[in-house]
DNA sequence: CGGCTACGCTAAAACGTTTTAGTCGATCAA
DNA sequence: TTGATCGACTAAAACGTTTTAGCGTAGCCG
């Protein structure tokens, strides 16, 4: 069963294509059409169902309503709450979202960044990674909305929403030293994004500001994409060898693997051994002791980045770039 | 910058449109082009950066390379892991997929596959609820590939792939009765979707089968859109008022609701209380106790989608509806 | 009465591909 | 010599829209 096309439409209502199109696009009034031809053919759209296609009108238009949204994981927490929030936002504004996750290739970063291309998206929200910088660049020259979230890339101007790491990073490693612990030490990953070092950033000058001594050893750097039975063993084994009596996960999916590691060599969170993540989970609020984190304001982000790319979209010219730095709360439990 | 054109290449190697439509295309040789003008041409496409646009490509073929992927909630972990996982089988296989939420709501469930039919997408996926039958039958009917996953249904005559809930459900509860548990609960919620109708039938049956009468009282129904703050509270009620020594909770998120509110009225798992959770989550490996659930083995049911889709789309014919229940698999933790 | 404008509608071009049905010359078998 | 086949390529239709330009009639002004 073929699909109907306007063109049958037309036949039975026994108008012109163009007719129909206006009726369709809500130029009727402005085209002076008939409010009699109007009512026969929106009633003959009606019973016959017809559903005009996407593909030709964005053939024809340039533009297709479909935002592309590229993440480096869809099944990270972080990112698959922030998609729903986007998709969600961007939906009622008559807008939809494809997604697709990058997992940190720079391979597969560029061949989505081709595909959303080649299918005409009005307009991309990315969380990047380095070595994409032209891409992105090709993007801007071609005058298509960009905006860049979680992680901005220096080299490249475009408009940034992105939580306020430094700081956060700043006053969690604060909080502790008001607590009284001095050996404060930093898990994060070996992905060079901004963001990242931010957070690490945040992290040696918050002891830097409190006189206590960097010390190398007590950061390790996790290999992005490596088994989690391995960085499970690494966590451990800086936690067995070195006096610590702090810890900051500089990603969720680290605190969880680190919460592991603790519980296998039975090390107790507490007063004397005290933990924040950096984004939050429900395995947070649900361990025993709760475990304090840093919540990035998922719903703000959110808004934000679709309010910036509306107002790109509906402006004709260029807009400046634009960076919107979102403070992050530090969520202190137990 | 206006994108390039086939007819730009076309021009610049002074070949016609034709010549480079078949050299893009691989048909070449069959078309018998001549050695030196295909490696003119790809050459000059490799320095001039062209790529195909791809609205017109479907608008000519009918076909578009990707594959339409609608779910509950994007958010939901369940949904994020198995939608990462369909995206990069399919990806290996030269497919795209484009996914959405649904929110259980049949109105947008319904604007998503129209959606998806207008854009022309080359199969579907669907988690989905009961009230789109009809919708679906006229997906099958116009002969596009249709696959349910997670929850089947049964008025229409799809390929459907997921778990065996009833004896998974079944086999939790003999578990509980193995262990001398005699009031077990069921923590379920009230939408009307096979699987968990089948994971509440396993619960009743399991009773049944061990002597144990069924008591109404002992099942909570949560309504499926409400706060989380009242699902706690309902949760609470049940096991204060209630003597009860087991609980099955029928999806993850009611599980997580539920550890926080035993949290919160202090009431431990052990021993003299068993938890098991439908769908395991990260949150339970690392909760203290450890939470033992079933899990769905996600691997598979997306390697079996994959697979079935791709059967269709390769073949002419319509094929026989196919249906696959995989076993879960329940993980007694602690 | 001639020229304008408004009304109600439509023909046809254009968007960028794929694909069918050729064309034109050269080679080949009979 | 002729008809068929092959090799190398191309013109043009088609996919389903949107949009520009325009057509014929009627009413109105001066």
Avoid: C
Wanted: no cysteine.
């Amino acid at each position: 069963m073929k699909s109907l096309s306007i063109k049958d439409i037309a036949v039975k209502a026994n108008v012109s294509i163009t007719t129909v199109s206006f009726i369709i696009n809500g130029k009727a009034k402005e085209k002076s059409i008939s409010e009699a031809v109007i009512e026969k053919v929106e009633k003959i759209i009606e019973e016959s169902g017809y559903k005009p296609n996407q593909i030709a009108r964005s053939l024809r238009t340039g533009n297709s309503n479909i935002i592309g949204l590229i993440i480096e994981d869809i099944s990270n927490s972080f990112f698959s709450r922030i998609a729903r929030l986007i998709e969600d936002k961007a939906y009622k504004r008559g807008y939809k979202i494809i997604y697709s996750s990058t997992e940190n290739s720079i391979d597969k970063a560029k061949e989505l960044i081709n595909m959303f291309k080649s299918r005409k998206v009005d307009a991309y929200i990315i969380s990047p990674i380095k070595g994409i910088e032209e891409d992105i660049q090709m993007l801007l020259d071609d005058g298509n909305p960009v905006i860049l979230f979680d992680r901005n890339l220096s080299d490249v101007n475009t408009s940034y929403v992105g939580a306020d790491h430094f700081n956060a990073s700043h006053q969690s490693i604060q909080s502790f030293i008001d607590q009284g612990k001095k050996n404060i030490a930093l898990v994060t990953t070996d992905i060079n994004v901004e963001q990242i070092i931010e957070r690490y950033d945040g992290y040696k000058k918050a002891l830097e500001d409190n006189g206590i001594k960097y010390d190398d050893k007590l950061v390790l750097k996790i290999h992005f994409n490596q088994e989690e039975g391995e960085t499970i063993a690494q966590i451990q084994e800086l936690f067995e060898n070195k006096k610590i009596d702090a810890v900051l996960f500089a990603t969720n999916y680290l605190a969880i693997s680190g919460l592991k590691a603790l519980k296998q060599i039975n090390k107790k969170v507490g007063d004397d051994f005290g933990v924040i993540a950096y984004d939050d989970h429900e395995a947070f609020e649900l361990h025993t002791p709760r475990i304090s984190a840093v919540q990035q304001p998922l719903e703000e982000i959110a808004e934000t980045i679709i309010k910036l790319i509306l107002n790109q979209l509906s402006s004709k010219g260029k807009l400046p770039a634009e960076e919107v730095i979102i403070p992050a709360r530090l969520v202190i439990r137990d």
